[in-house]
């Protein structure tokens, strides 16, 4: 599975207008988010469909946004994920 590329991205615009909301995440270059110095959320384009990778503790989990039922569900996810108490505690 080969990251997104700027097709996929152009796709996924939606999606990545609400990741850029969050202030505790900076854009190294588009599609690819980092919290402090580690990276925390990327995409990825595949014949089966878009995915997201987003850092969860200390591995990644991957989520299917191709649909907008699936983005909502990342959203959230990446919603819980940022505010979690044990990633609120590292800052």
């Known amino acids: 599975m080969k990251h997104a590329g700027n097709e996929a ?4 615009e939606d ?4 990741v850029r909301k969050y202030s ?6 588009r599609g690819t988010f ?8 990327h995409f ?7 995915f ?9 989990e991957r989520l299917r946004v191709s649909t907008k039922a699936e983005r909502k569900v990342m959203l959230a996810r990446l919603d819980q994920t940022v ?3 044990a990633l609120k505690r590292r800052r």
């Not at 999606?15 to 609400?18: C, E, F, Y």
């Open 9 to 12: 991205l152009d796709a996924l």
């Open 15 to 18: 999606l990545l207008k609400n």
């Open 24 to 29: 505790q995440l900076t854009e190294k270059k």
């Open 34 to 41: 980092y919290r402090k110095s580690g990276a925390f959320l």
């Open 44 to 50: 990825h384009e595949d014949p089966a469909g878009s």
């Open 52 to 60: 997201a990778d987003l850092r969860v503790g200390d591995g990644w």
């Open 83 to 85: 505010n979690s108490p």
